[in-house]
């Protein structure tokens, strides 16, 4: 019984001592393989994925995908090195912005935006600009650093990328990105143009319609100075309309560029014509004895329409057959809006070259025009209201000039010009309702006469310097 037990406890010794032994070689093996595991996961880039590893954008919506068709990142060292072998892991999810706002970003051929993947995970956004892009930067061109442009990086956690695929438009392969947008984002003239511009074009439409609701509204308002005040007020409107599409280039699936070109500049030119009009109605009725002013007002309009709209759109025809038939085709792709043709040098030349000729001749009425009143010593009410309409024109000529001048000025392309006409651009709308309706005391009356004091304006033939003789608002 002893010998037995002496065996059943060697044997339970040798048996633990195996135990300890295998274990002991486990342990061993164990923590190098997971340290290794870590270590080799601590060495791979991750990569912001917003669909999961399987699926791409189609048409916005997550969707599953061959094999063959994975969205695989193409890696960029700092220096600009091309397709850098990176071993990497995706992150799937979108990226959690908190307060900050998402913003997405497209990429693909002849857009103003350029992602490029860098070999840490980083999430590079290069916006490319209308100087820089006549350079023609190709997806794989390297960007040396004196021709950088600018550009903003997106650490891990604050993007996903994701490749695309559009069924409708003209881009079919796009490189789609989410980002939050940064507080200290180094492109600050991105929020100028694609936020606070539009903004300026919505409130100066508004201001430019209710200039033409006010004198197209009260009777009183709607003789010759008063249609064409409202004309002009349009023309501009649309103008503004126009250029307000051109600002969002993303919608090139949606938008064709080079239409609201034509239009931007179509109405431009009629505004001019008409403020042409304006001028030579004032010059020819201070030179006249007869200073009656509503006779002919209605039959004045059409003449002045015939000439302006006949004008107008003859040009217009020239300067749009001189684009597609007469300029150069390196002029053309100098003026791309994303991968959209715009007016070109040419087509522009045309449009403008009439506005200059314009203002010279509304220079002439202006000058003439000054040295007849100053001969005058006499005025009587018909002859004030001459007067304040020649004020108005010379102020109207002034901005609608200056604004001009700084249009002409922004399609040089460079960033301080096109920042300036944003500005000037802005101010142009306040500044004409300044000079149409609150500079014109009648104006300001006749507005009292019908909304404060539920008077409703008067529609006599002969204006509301006879219905409100002794007004006095002049």
């Known amino acids: 019984m002893a010998k037995n037990d002496w065996w059943f406890t060697g044997a339970w010794v040798i048996l633990l001592l195996l135990m300890q032994t295998c274990k002991s070689l486990a342990n061993d093996a164990t923590p190098q393989s997971a340290i290794s ?50 071993k990497y892991k995706f992150v799937i999810g979108l990226p959690a912005c908190g307060s900050t706002q998402s913003w997405p970003i497209c990429h693909y051929q002849g857009s103003p935006d350029k992602l490029v993947l860098l070999d840490d995970g980083k999430l590079r956004h290069y916006t490319i600009t209308q100087e820089e892009k006549e350079e023609e930067y190709s997806d794989d061109e390297q960007f040396d650093d004196t021709h950088k442009p600018l550009f903003y990086d997106y650490p891990q956690g604050q993007y996903c990328i994701e490749r695309a695929v559009s069924t409708i438009g003209s881009h079919r392969q796009i490189l789609y990105a989410s980002v939050c947008l940064a507080k200290d984002k180094e492109d600050s003239g991105f929020l100028l143009r694609k936020v606070v511009n539009p903004i300026f074009h919505g409130i100066s439409i508004i201001i430019l319609l209710l200039i033409a609701i006010v004198y197209f509204v009260l009777p009183t308002l709607r003789d010759l100075v008063g249609n064409i005040t409202t004309t002009i007020s349009l023309c501009l409107m649309v103008a503004q309309a126009a250029d307000l599409v051109c600002i969002f280039t993303e919608f090139t699936n949606h938008v064709s560029f080079i239409t609201a070109d034509i239009i931007l500049y179509f109405s431009i030119l009629a505004a001019f014509f008409w403020l042409n009009s304006f001028g030579y109605y004032i010059w020819k009725t201070f030179r006249s004895r007869n200073v009656f002013l509503r006779v002919t007002d209605g039959r004045k309009y059409c003449y002045y329409s015939f000439y302006v709209w006949g004008s107008t759109a003859a040009l217009a025809i020239t300067a749009v057959f001189a684009h597609f038939f007469l300029d150069i085709d390196s002029d053309k792709k100098q003026n791309l809006i994303a991968d959209q043709e715009t007016i070109g040098w040419l087509g522009i030349a045309i449009f403008f070259s009439p506005i200059a000729c314009t203002i010279l001749v509304d220079v002439f009425f202006y000058i003439t025009t000054l040295k007849l009143i100053n001969r005058r010593n006499v005025y009587g009410r018909i002859q004030h209201k001459l007067r304040a309409n020649f004020i108005m024109f010379a102020l109207i000529l002034l901005v609608m000039t200056i604004n001009w001048l700084f249009l002409c000025l922004s399609c040089l392309q460079y960033e301080g010009f096109l920042y300036a006409h944003i500005i000037v651009n802005a101010l142009q709308g306040p500044i004409l309702l300044y000079i149409c309706v609150i500079r014109q005391k009648h104006v300001t009356f006749l507005l009292k006469k019908s909304c404060c004091y539920n008077e409703p304006p008067s529609a006599s033939d002969w204006g509301d310097e006879m219905h409100y003789m002794n007004g006095n608002n002049y």
């Open 37 to 86: 595991s870590e270590q080799s996961d601590e060495q791979l880039v991750r990569v912001n994925k917003c669909c999961e590893k399987f699926e791409i954008y189609n048409d916005s919506e997550c969707t599953q995908v061959n094999e063959i068709d994975y969205f695989r990142p193409v890696f960029t060292s700092y220096k600009g090195e091309h397709n850098v072998s990176v």
